[in-house]
């Protein structure tokens, strides 16, 4: 069955609701909160690594988002973090939800989500997720190849298809495209297929790559999408539907570039996409949304010094967080992650080359490949790191018997007081 056929909806009896979160003062911050948290943990002897996700940034990010992009309707990318308050504020916020597997899915109709406002994004999915999607009235589905047609045309011919086509990404963080989107020459062909197996295509979408570094993408991306569009067209289809898909940074700090990105998609909508059109314009932000939400904060359980050149001093530390739990994506990116030390100097403490290492007994299990420059830190010192939202805990495992990370959920007056009054 759909988790929206199930008579207790989440909410009703009480049953489904995550714990209540932590809740925030007027003046309350997540850094506050891990500060504190880690003096609880202090009395009691605790060391175990947590974070805090700090919910009220969600609704900030929401506001920034239809601020900066009037035109442009989100639908929140689940992977990136699913944690269920962070679907509920959405979800009362009003997104809508790019899902990749029938797990998702049946996490966001069981919060009461109804299939109009999801976005089927994967474009390989296994049947029996299709299948799913059907039975569950789930419409809206990528693809990218003839196969994935034959098994809509199979499991789902009501779908209402998106065909995602491949874009400019290489100076993107995490590129996509080599795995994902068919190129300019085929389209041509795909949506004559799907038009011959009497399927229909309303859409065309991208992903310009996570943590995309070149605004200009997107609007090469648009440019192409209007072409593909006057193909659909050409082959019969509706074409109603433009999905920018994500790409958008997290960090606080990245404001510039995501203003950017908004002014080089608005000009771009503006000269293929004007409003008036009929075309509805959707994009899958994933870690624009959930990236500074979640700050962490992991312990040192042990130490080690070593003489590097010139008899300098190096030290690596091992804390109880690392790349097979929460932290497996940095070592992908470019730059560093440097914590923040909690405990306090007298005076400014000399920096040190340090090599940061995850718990388990694997030597991959780093921080990252280079060293970072942190005072000398004592075992038991507890270090934070901010924004860790995106991409972290979702991806955590629990390799050599480390249990996956706690997330404390907190949130402010206003965010609570939304909530109670969302339908
Ligand atoms: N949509 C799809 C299909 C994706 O694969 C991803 C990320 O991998 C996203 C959206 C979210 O991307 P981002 O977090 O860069 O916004």
């Not at 880690?38 to 947590?50: N, T, V």
């Not at 904060?297 to 967080?321: C, D, F, M, T, W």
């Amino acid at each position: 069955t759909c988790p929206g056929d199930r008579e207790e909806q989440l909410g009703a009896s009480g049953s489904l609701w995550p714990s209540e979160p932590i809740m925030l003062g007027p003046e309350g911050s997540a850094r506050q909160l891990v500060l504190r948290k880690i003096q609880e943990f202090s009395i009691s002897g605790r060391q175990d690594p947590f974070m805090v996700a700090d919910l009220d940034v969600l609704a900030s990010r929401h506001q920034a988002f239809l601020q900066a992009l009037p035109q442009v309707q989100p639908f929140y990318a689940v992977k990136c973090n699913n944690r269920p308050w962070v679907l509920l504020i959405l979800a009362a916020l009003g997104t809508g939800f790019d899902c990749a597997s029938q797990g998702e899915l049946e996490q966001v109709l069981g919060l009461g989500v109804a299939p109009s406002r999801i976005i089927f994004a994967n474009p390989c999915k296994a049947a029996s997720h299709i299948q799913y999607a059907a039975r569950c009235g789930v419409q809206l589905l990528t693809f990218d190849s003839e196969e994935e047609l034959t098994k809509v045309a199979r499991h789902h011919p009501g779908a209402r298809l998106v065909l995602r086509i491949q874009t400019q990404d290489s100076r993107s963080t995490f590129p996509l495209n080599a795995k994902f989107g068919a190129q300019l020459e085929a389209c041509g062909h795909l949506l004559q297929a799907a038009r011959d197996l009497g399927l229909a295509v309303v859409g065309i979408s991208f992903h310009v790559g996570s943590e995309c570094q070149t605004p200009q993408s997107y609007g090469q991306a648009i440019a192409d999408c209007h072409r593909v569009f006057e193909m659909g067209r050409r082959a019969g289809h509706h074409m109603s539907l433009l999905d920018v898909g994500g790409g958008f940074p997290g960090r606080e700090g990245s404001r510039a570039k995501f203003a950017e990105m908004a002014t080089v998609i608005n000009a771009a909508l503006a000269q293929y996409f004007p409003p008036g059109t009929g075309v509805e314009v959707i994009a899958e932000p994933g870690r624009f949304y959930a990236e500074s939400v979640c700050t962490a904060a992991v312990n040192i359980i042990a130490k080690k010094e070593s003489q590097g050149p010139g008899s300098h001093r190096k030290l690596a530390y091992y804390l109880n967080e690392g790349y097979y739990g929460a932290f497996r994506i940095f070592l992908r990116e470019p730059v560093p992650r440097i914590p923040t030390v909690a405990k306090e100097f007298p005076a400014e403490p000399c920096l040190f080359p340090c090599t940061l290492y995850g718990p388990t007994c694997d030597a991959f299990d780093r921080l990252s490949l280079n060293e970072v420059q942190l005072p000398e830190l004592d075992v038991g010192d507890w270090l934070i790191f901010p924004d860790v939202g995106a991409y972290k805990s979702t991806m955590s495992s629990t390799f050599n018997g480390f249990p996956i990370i706690t997330v404390y959920d907190a949130m402010g007056p206003q965010l609570r007081s939304l909530l109670e009054t969302a339908p």
